[in-house]
């Protein structure tokens, strides 16, 4: 079995819980819409944690290594007939991974074009296990990170993306635009202010004509610079909001398609403070979320 995969590849985490089976379904989606590879891959065994939990199988009976790949690749080939049965042209391939699942995802996104799992795995205590991987891998990985979460409701806002008008923040503006774009869906970029209105009332909406905020008006309109040009087939709806950024993020976010958050480097201050604001919104929202690592601020000299 291959130890590498192609850095253009979507790859996609199973376990073959109906978390994980959703997950194999907005991945085989977003690739056949990108025109990429698939990578399934399932886990076997962890660091502290019952073996069997990752892969789904029962705890009442000690697996041998040997069982639990073989298990792994079964869940794994489940996956891959979810997958062509809904895009049967699909180029896929399987993964079966030992170690941790958290450390093994971590690992296999260095290679990957995006990494795509579930927020909860099986059963309740393996569901609190598994809700962890989703957490820790969308805070360390080097590529951008899919939760699919369940949706309580049909979603219909189309993609919602925050913006924080930094430069480093230009990749996950683009990477909202060009999801928008593959999936015909408009597109709405929201940039939250914390201030007096905030603190008293929670989450508010700006007004268009609200004075005072000139400067994020600015700031908002510059986030987007050029990315209409790029994709003149997106509509775009700028907003300010009052509230944190998580707040403003999750608020109604059952009614979106798609939320977009950015997410600092692993081991830099910006992470400590972004890298929450990130967790928050996988943790809260009621709908998909793709966490996006920025570039490191650059030092001012």
């Not at 929670?202 to 700031?219: I, M, T």
Request: glycine share 6%; aromatic share 4%.
């Amino acid at each position: 079995m291959k130890t590498t995969i192609d850095p253009s590849t979507i790859v996609v985490a199973t376990d073959g819980s109906d978390d994980a089976h959703r997950a194999v379904q907005w991945a085989a989606e977003h690739a056949y819409l990108e025109r990429r590879p698939l990578t399934v891959v399932t886990a076997v065994g962890t660091a502290g944690v019952p073996a069997v939990a990752w892969a789904g199988m029962g705890a009442a009976y000690a697996y041998q290594p040997h069982e639990m790949i073989a298990h792994g690749q079964a869940v794994a080939d489940e996956a891959i007939a979810v997958a062509r049965h809904l895009r049967p042209a699909l180029q896929v391939e399987v993964r079966v991974l030992q170690g941790d699942p958290r450390q093994a995802l971590v690992d296999i996104s260095r290679h990957a074009h995006l990494l795509v799992l579930g927020s909860r795995g099986r059963g309740v205590f393996r569901s609190k296990v598994l809700g962890s991987v989703s957490a820790a891998v969308s805070r360390d990985a080097d590529c951008p990170v899919v939760v699919c979460r369940p949706q309580r409701r049909e979603a219909a806002l189309g993609v919602l993306v925050g913006a924080d008008g930094t430069a480093e923040s230009v990749p996950i503006i683009e990477f909202a635009f060009l999801q928008a774009s593959l999936r015909s869906l408009p597109l709405t970029v929201v940039h939250c202010v914390w201030d007096e209105i905030a603190a008293v009332h929670g989450v508010a909406p700006a007004a268009p004509d609200e004075p005072g905020l000139e400067e994020q008006r600015l700031l908002l309109a510059e986030s987007i610079a050029g990315m209409s040009a790029k994709f003149p087939e997106v509509t775009v709806d700028l907003r300010l909001a009052h509230g944190l950024a998580e707040d403003c993020l999750t608020t109604r976010s059952g009614d979106w398609n798609l939320i977009v958050v950015g997410r600092h480097p692993v081991d830099t201050l910006f992470q400590f403070l972004t890298g929450s604001i990130a967790t928050a919104v996988v943790e809260r929202a009621r709908t998909t979320v793709v966490v996006v690592p920025q570039s490191e601020p650059a030092l001012e000299r």
